[in-house]
């Protein structure tokens, strides 16, 4: 078995946070031995490469949150990001449409928490929808300006060869079995020898709480549990991508964790309809065919999965009826654009969001750091992750407090 040798920094997960923390590391401390470890054969295999490559502005998030500050600065840093490594990217906007006048009070409390998160955005009537996005159909909106759009796929890449650059090192199919503190550093046994290292950071995004409690013991995952949600999504037909110019959201019901059903044009021009949010059955549960029994045996002791089930259960119902029913998946985008008809749809590829939740099933709301000895866990970080990943990277070196020439 090779023994691997001695380093200042492992980052488990080449997913986007996994590399910004990597590259964040070696900006404050441009000596220290960086690796990135990922039991995949590339980069971004998972959430980071299978998702429809918004650069959300923050409108949802609670003032003060980390969701909101991290976003609002991220969302700065990753359009710089992209314009100077000539990565695809449009600031192109977008519009929460609010379909009846039930939907108005919910769309000022929107633009209220805009104003709060330096989100530019303002209130339009149905004239000024029509000419933003002449399809949609609405009593008025919320116009996004910060909004953008890029290829977070390729974002990851360029990071992955900055890094190489500046010396770390990318070590892929590379999976993390266990580990254990000494008093020279942690030690991660892996499927490709021994690492030792002087601080070990966790972004292992759908198995996040595994590796934490792999690394740290029982307290590791601070008693929070991944529980994988999949995004259905379909494209819009070459043909018909002119309904849709840029992004079009619904008004988001306050009740239930998840926007809704939206449309967003990617940088490719194709037009992404979704997601269709459905408890997935296995952590890569990328279809209903792909089935984990392991996975599917601990969602369902999870008491705070049976609780937030519970809680969650109509709602889980209709995700489930427009998954099955095309005609039902139809009927919820004809609300925005009603000139979408079923056979201008066609299947896309879908994602896995890792969602943590707590002990009495609450879906934890914000993004979620734990730090047990010398290993540091992100335990929740879905949506706008990867519009917030520098800034969420830069936050995680300044926790390490690394000397500029490592450990």
Known sequence: MLVVERVDVVVVGAGIVGLATARAIQ?????ARVVVVDKEGSLASHQSGRNSGVIHAGVYYPPGSEKARLCAAGRTSMVEYCRDHGIAHDVCGKVVVAVNEGE????????????????????IGPDELR????????????????????DYGEVCRSLGKQIEDAGGTLRLDTGVVSGSERSDGLVLETTKGEVVAA???????????????????????????????????????????SLVRNLIYPVPDPRFPFLGVHLTRGVDGRVHVGPNAVLALAREGYSWGRVALVDVRETLRSRGFRKLAARYWRYGAGEMSRSISKRRFTAAIQRLVPDVRREDLERAPAGVRAQAITADGKLVDDFAFHQVGRALHVLNAPSPAATAALEIGRAIAARLELSPGGS
Do not use: K, M, W
């Open 199 to 241: 601080r070990v950071v966790n972004c292992a995004g759908l198995h996040a709480d595994r590796i934490a409690t792999a690394l740290s013991g029982p307290g590791g995952a601070n008693g929070l549990r991944i529980i994988p949600f999949r995004g259905e999504y379909s494209e819009l037909v070459p043909e018909r991508s």
């Open 104 to 123: 108005r009070p919910q769309l000022a409390e929107l633009e209220r928490r805009c104003r709060a998160n330096g989100v530019r955005s303002e209130l």
């Open 27 to 31: 900006d404050v401390s441009p000596t």
């Open 131 to 150: 000419a933003l996005e002449p399809h949609a159909a609405g009593v008025g909106a919320l116009h996004i300006l910060d909004t953008g759009i890029t």
